[in-house]
């Protein structure tokens, strides 16, 4: 059974930092390509990064340039660092791989 675990949201003021971490467990997980996306206050659910098995990265370009994406295959852990935070980052962060979801969790940007 595939489980994905997000955890490192909170609230921040604009301009800071955050790290997300995503948790897998049940799978192979260097096998993985890894996304992260995020879903603001009634707004579809958006891609905002990736990372391939072999390290490739992509990004949206909302974000390209303040975050980024990263893996530890032995602590099977992605993680999405967050820089120069904005107020329109604000939205639940949910990862996905193996086509399963983490539960989310909440970025809250303050102006």
């Known amino acids: 059974q595939v489980q994905l675990v997000e955890s490192g949201g909170g609230l921040v003021q604009a301009g800071g930092s955050l790290r997300l971490s995503c948790a897998a467990s049940?799978?192979?997980?260097?096998?993985?390509?890894v996304a992260w996306y995020r879903q603001a206050p009634g707004k579809t659910r958006a891609w905002v990064a990736d990372?391939?098995?072999?390290?490739?990265?992509s990004y949206a370009s909302s974000v390209r340039g303040r975050f980024i994406i990263s893996r530890d295959n032995a602590k099977n852990t992605v993680y999405l660092q967050m820089n120069s935070l904005k107020p329109d980052d604000t939205a639940v962060y949910y990862c996905?791989?193996?086509?399963?979801w983490g539960q989310g969790t909440q970025v809250t940007v303050s102006s």
């Open positions: 990372i391939t098995s072999v390290g490739s990265t």
């Open positions: 996905h791989g193996n086509s399963n």
């Open positions: 049940g799978v192979t997980f260097s096998f993985l390509t």
